[in-house]
């Protein structure tokens, strides 16, 4: 407008407004011929205002101011964090960009309680929260989180562009007629929560607000203490096992179970010295056990225990320990009181802790230690420790790691209690397994080095830097080293799995996915992984559908794939069947067993192409059942054929043959015929056809019925073990029977529910109608071996230890026995008694039979052979006597053989036992008359010599192969 003057006033306002001519974006006033001109009226323009906010590594809260309409739009702001967790509180209007320092991811809470809508979408790089957008890179950032007015956080997954309910406050939820648990519910029927565990704040359990819960996804219920101790309100679930849940308060150590269905707590647990300053660090799960590990704050220093909790028990498994403890280890084999000198640092160095020790009025679970307790640490030089004590003995077990080849430990390293090369952080202890004539091997493994040690014994008493005792195994390059079953499993790096035998070799024994992959007609190649004769489990090949586990199995060259009936369910493989060259598949869930045919190579081929995919047009022979009436339990392969557990507790023997035999009965089977058990044993061998003996399986005892006799036995008074065996009932009552157990070395009769022990045996077994009878052996113990009266054995064999042994033999042996051996092998030669209960010795005819000598009782008929008294072996088997019941005298064996020297090398001379010098040769009648006697069988004489191997020694074994053995002591008499 024109007013003149303008130009030169100084009115008030006029030099502020003349300030914004000094940027020269306008001029306020001016001179326009022929007059002054000024501005009359001023309109501000707003435009785009990035506001950057750069933030510490400090956790902070930051709120938007609340801004007015006219500025809506306009500001950006541009939050840059260092790592830490920042709580933003947005306002309508802005725009947010959240980003982070490089390496540092930061956490960002994105308060929406004042924003009118709680709506949120997310895009890529983007999140809009009640009209509100905050852009951020994903990849750069940690874990988002939105929580909106009524308390409910969600977890942004930009992933899966979509974010759900982590978390909800129950005081908050106001909605007439609807439970928090319905909510969440339908937030968990639309796929609206995150995770398996959302968080209920405030949650009220019969009216009491409990304080923190947690909703079950899975499985729809709430988790929660039901307590009103202030401090257990805050809690952080731990774990879930079953019906119970276990909660831990981190920072006041204390740990405890709920019955998941009332929320009452049912256990508590007590770190060892909770009294001490500390907090719970971590709190995991592993299958059915749950870890804690607590921290110590110490006077000089911050330690840590490891308990695990298995059940109603706490155990100590894990002990961070000090250079005291750490130089006391590797100085000593065994720790005398182990619990005691492992935390003796933590109870001497204790502080008290600030807040006091509360109760939920539940058993409190005092720590015992486990049987194997971890001690690791640094000591004051900063060298690395690890050891092992196993707390049943004591004993420490100290990996005494040998360097890489090549490689040798440190000079300075000469007479340093600590091992030759630095123990890796990731060392574990695999596992250790016994030598049948050795020292305890101990395996170490390193995931990190990939690398396995192999050491013999627990350890050096006084570790010696110089001196490595843990020595590396020459694999190929592992993947894992774990423990399966009782069995330590190597899985290598090119997809071989492996168990590791006690001499460090690795048996191997399946393939994986990573094998298959790496070999496109692997059917051809499997036998260079263990020979054409090997076993192997073939992991990783695919059904049609190129997801579902494919069963496949690699048996002596051949390929067996599970037919299409049969795929999808869990299989177990039990070898061959000879009969009819087919594997044999079980399958547990139906109780059937199946044939299923292998597969050629062609067919192989046909069938997978180039990989481990089955195609959709391949054609899998058929699996025919076997044994189709008999619902099965279980079924294990061993030596004779399958062990096969019928549902009602029936336990059957089916013969590589193909025959079928019951050999044993369970406890759940006896328990359900208790009222009748006898006839129902008798019903039950007579259905299956069964001879013999049947086993009565139980708990903490084993008892036999005898199908002949049908008496039943029972091993009461015999100490339990897993491996007595039967012998059989004795001759003269039928209500007594002979029981060996393996473990005592001890022959007991048993009768009427009492076990009477007869002596101490070596071996003692029956194979067939022979007896096996073998002295302890050991310990210069002099043995007296007397064979037992037993019911249809007739033949016996006695093989005395390396002391002074005696053989005796009453009458009633004597006569019972028609076949006796004598095996007196013993290369020590120590002079061993035969007691005979023969009066006269003109009764006992003597004979050759290749290098053993035939006694006969021409009484009797009864024929005792000494073996290998004769030839190259005859020095070990010649220190013998036979004492004859009624003569002082006595007669060596050595005279025996004399009287061989003096006839020549003639087969056919026969002697008459005697003190005296040789008789004269009987007559040709005579001899006719004993040979034609009711005697033995030479065939089966030789049979029952030719089981004992000429290997020799004080303690030669009796043969362990029973069929093999039966083959030969009982051969058909020809």
């Known amino acids: 407008m024109i007013l003149p003057g303008s130009t030169t006033r100084h009115d008030t306002g006029f030099d502020v407004i003349r300030r914004l001519e000094e940027d020269r974006r306008f001029d306020y006033d001016f001179y326009i011929f022929p007059s002054e001109e000024t501005i009359r009226r001023i309109r501000q323009e707003y435009v785009d205002t990035p506001i950057e906010v750069l933030l510490d590594s400090r956790d902070r809260q930051l709120v938007i101011p609340e801004l007015p309409k006219e500025l809506y739009g306009y500001l950006n702001y541009q939050i840059k964090g260092a790592g830490g967790r920042y709580l933003v509180g947005l306002n309508e209007g802005t725009r947010v960009d959240l980003s982070s320092e490089a390496g540092t991811p930061s956490r960002w809470i994105i308060d929406s309680s004042q924003l009118a809508s709680e709506s949120i979408s997310v895009s890529k790089g983007q999140l809009v929260v009640g009209g509100v957008v905050v852009k951020l890179d994903p990849a750069s950032n940690g874990q988002v989180l939105v929580v909106n007015a009524k308390g409910e956080v969600r977890e942004v997954d930009f992933a899966g562009m979509s974010a759900r309910v982590v978390e909800e406050d129950a005081s908050k939820w106001q909605l007439p007629g609807q439970r928090i648990e319905q909510h969440l519910s339908e937030l968990a029927k639309a796929h609206q929560l ?4 959302v968080v209920v704040d405030n949650y009220s359990h019969e009216g009491r607000n409990v304080g923190r819960a947690f909703y079950d996804v899975a499985k729809d219920r709430m988790l929660f203490t039901d307590t009103q101790v202030e401090q257990a309100r805050n809690t952080q679930l731990g774990a879930v096992i079953g019906e119970h849940a276990y909660f831990v308060d981190a920072e006041n150590a204390a740990a405890w179970r709920v019955e998941i269905a009332t929320g009452k707590v049912d256990a508590q647990f007590a770190p060892s010295f909770n009294q001490s300053a500390g907090r719970i660090s971590r709190f995991w799960q592993e299958g059915d056990a749950v870890y804690l590990a607590r921290r110590y704050q110490l006077k000089e220093r911050e330690a840590e225990l490891n308990f695990r909790i298995i059940g109603d028990r706490m155990e100590l498994v894990g ?8 130089q006391l280890s590797a100085r000593t084999d065994q720790h005398g009181d182990a619990l005691k000198a492992l935390l003796q640092g933590y109870q001497s160095q204790a502080t008290q802790r600030a807040t006091p020790v509360y109760s939920l009025g539940a058993p409190m679970m005092e720590p015992s230690a486990a049987a194997l307790v971890t001690v690791f640490g640094l000591d004051n030089a900063k060298v690395a420790h690890r050891y092992w004590v196993r707390t049943s003995d004591g004993t420490v077990i100290k990996p005494n790691l040998a360097p890489p080849a090549g490689q040798q430990p440190p000079l300075d390293a000469q007479g340093k209690p600590q091992s030759a090369w630095p123990i890796p952080a990731d060392l574990v202890f695999a596992g250790s397994m016994p030598q049948p004539a050795g020292q305890e091997v101990f395996f170490f493994y390193s995931q990190k080095e990939r690398v396995l040690f192999r050491q013999e014994g627990p350890g050096q008493k006084v570790l010696d830097g110089s001196q490595p005792s843990a020595l590396r195994l020459a694999t190929p390059t592992l993947a894992n080293v774990l423990e399966l079953n009782g069995h330590l499993v190597a899985v290598t790096e090119d997809g071989r799995v492996a168990r590791i035998e006690a001499t460090g070799r690795l048996s ?7 094998w ?23 992991f990783g090949a695919k059904a049609a559908d190129g997801k579902s586990a494919l069963p496949v199995w690699y048996h ?17 493989f039990l070898g061959f069947d000879s009969a009819s060259s087919s594997a044999r598949l079980f399958e547990p869930e139906s ?30 022979p058929a699996a025919t059942l076997l044994m189709p009436q008999v619902q099965l339990r279980s079924a294990v392969q061993v030596d004779a054929g399958l062990r096969l557990t019928t549902a009602q507790g029936e336990i059957l023997l089916r013969t590589n043959s193909g025959d079928v035999q019951l050999v044993a009965v369970d406890k759940g089977w006896q328990q359900q015929h208790l009222g009748n058990l006898p006839q129902a044993l008798a019903k039950v061998t007579g259905q299956w056809g069964a001879k013999g003996v049947l086993t009565l399986q139980g708990a903490d ?10 008496q039943m036995f029972a091993s009461t008074g015999i100490p339990a073990a897993s491996d007595l065996r039967f012998i059989g009932v004795a001759a003269e009552s039928q209500r007594s029977a002979y029981v060996y157990s393996p473990t005592e070395q001890a022959l007991y009769k048993v009768k009427q529910g009492a076990a009477q022990k007869l002596g101490h045996y070596g071996n003692v077994e029956r194979i067939g109608s022979s007896l096996l009878l073998q002295g302890g052996g050991g310990g210069g113990r002099q043995d007296e071996l007397a064979p037992p009266l037993i019911a249809g054995v007739d033949s016996v064999v006695l093989h005395g230890g390396g002391a002074n042994d005696t053989y005796r033999f009453s009458p009633a042996m004597w006569a019972h026995y028609r076949t006796v051996v004598i095996d007196n092998d013993d290369p020590g030669q120590a002079l061993d008694r035969l ?33 290998q008294v004769l030839g190259s072996q005859a020095s070990a088997h010649r220190h013998l006597q036979i004492e004859l019941q009624g003569d002082s005298s006595v007669i060596s064996v050595d005279h025996l053989v004399k009287g061989f020297a003096q006839a020549g090398s003639t087969r056919d001379a026969l002697f008459e036992l005697s003190s005296r010098e040789r008789q004269s040769v009987p007559t040709a009648n005579d001899i006719a008359s004993v040979t034609e006697a009711e005697g033995p069988s030479l065939a089966k004489l030789s049979g029952a010599m030719a089981a004992f191997a000429d290997t020799g020694g004080a303690r030669e074994q009796v043969p362990q192969n029973r069929q093999a053995a039966q083959a030969v002591l009982v051969p058909s008499l020809t």
């Open 701 to 710: 005892s084993q008892g036999w019925f005898d199908v002949a006799s049908g």
């Open 835 to 867: 007691i005979l209960p023969v009066a006269d010795g003109k009764n006992i005819l003597v004979s050759r039979q290749g290098e053993n000598v035939l006694l006969t009782d021409a009484g009797t008929g009864t024929a005792l052979v000494l073996r």
């Open 591 to 620: 109780g059937k067993l199946y044939l299923q045919a292998p597969m050629t190579s062609e067919a192989l081929a046909t069938a997978f192409g180039g990989d481990e995919v089955l195609e959709a047009s391949a054609q899998l």
């Open 194 to 197: 995150h995770g398996q565990y």
């Open 516 to 538: 298959l992959k790496k070999h496109g007609t692997w059917w051809k190649d499997l036998a260079s992984v263990n020979g054409s004769n090997a076993t192997l489990a073939v």
């Open 319 to 326: 002990v961070v320990g000090d250079d005291a403890l750490l």
């Open 556 to 572: 002596n060259g051949q390929v067996i794939v599970a037919a299409s009936s049969l795929q999808g369910k869990p299989l177990q």
């Open 508 to 514: 191997y024994e399946a393939v994986n996915e990573h």
